[in-house]
């Protein structure tokens, strides 16, 4: 290959992998929209509020503590951060989960009829903590000690991040059955809790 074109090439990589790797996030803009869509506390609950940086996402929250909309935009950027650590995201397929992602916060625990735990075991009848409900939607319990790192969040984003990849959630997790979570996925979602405890959400 000639010399030039050799120089051409290189320089050509470098403009087309500047500035817009997944490990760079969202938009920095808080648009005007965001300023409008607020939690106000003396209206019924609940109610539903835009997730800043997130385009479309949204959260529905069952009074205004749980959770700050600029707690939740936090968690959604911890997730980001480390899923592109541990397994990347070339397609973008996870961020655009991300930007359409509906959360709906609860202050109770559920009943699920069926599922599996981590390992695969089925199980039926069991208080659940959070539950995929569609492709960019989950139902999610407020957490211990009222935290977001101490919900299942990151749990339910990884099931919809599979779904988003693999067109799968894998309900059973590590187990056989289903495809695509691995151990790594658990392990990521324990480093994800890390980073966002530290913020003290
Ligand atoms: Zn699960």
Redesign the pocket.
């Known amino acids: 290959m000639p010399k030039m074109m050799v120089i051409f090439l290189s320089l050509a990589a470098c403009v087309t992998c500047t500035g817009h790797g997944p490990t760079v996030f969202f938009s920095n803009e808080y648009k005007p929209i965001y300023k409008r869509s607020v939690c106000e506390p003396d209206k019924p609950f609940p109610q539903m509020v835009l997730i800043p940086f997130f385009e479309q996402a949204t959260q529905i929250v069952p009074n205004c503590q749980t959770y700050p909309k600029h707690e939740t935009a936090l968690a959604l950027f911890a997730f980001y951060h480390v899923w592109t650590e541990y397994f990347g995201d070339r397609d973008y397929a996870v961020r655009g989960m991300l930007k359409k992602v509906t959360i709906q916060w609860d202050i109770n625990k559920k009943v699920s009829k069926k599922?599996?735990n981590?390992k695969g075991e089925p199980f039926e009848d069991r208080t659940v903590i959070?539950r995929?409900e569609a492709d960019t939607m989950t139902w999610v319990w407020q957490g211990y000690d009222h935290k977001i790192s101490r919900s299942?969040l990151f749990?339910?984003l990884?099931?919809m991040a599979l779904r988003a990849k693999y067109g799968t959630a894998d309900?059973d997790?590590e187990g056989p059955k289903y495809r695509g979570w691995t151990p790594a996925h658990s392990a990521m979602i324990i480093e994800a809790k890390q980073v966002l405890g530290a913020f003290n959400l």
């Open positions: 599922g599996y981590l959070g995929v299942a749990h339910e990884v099931h309900p997790h």
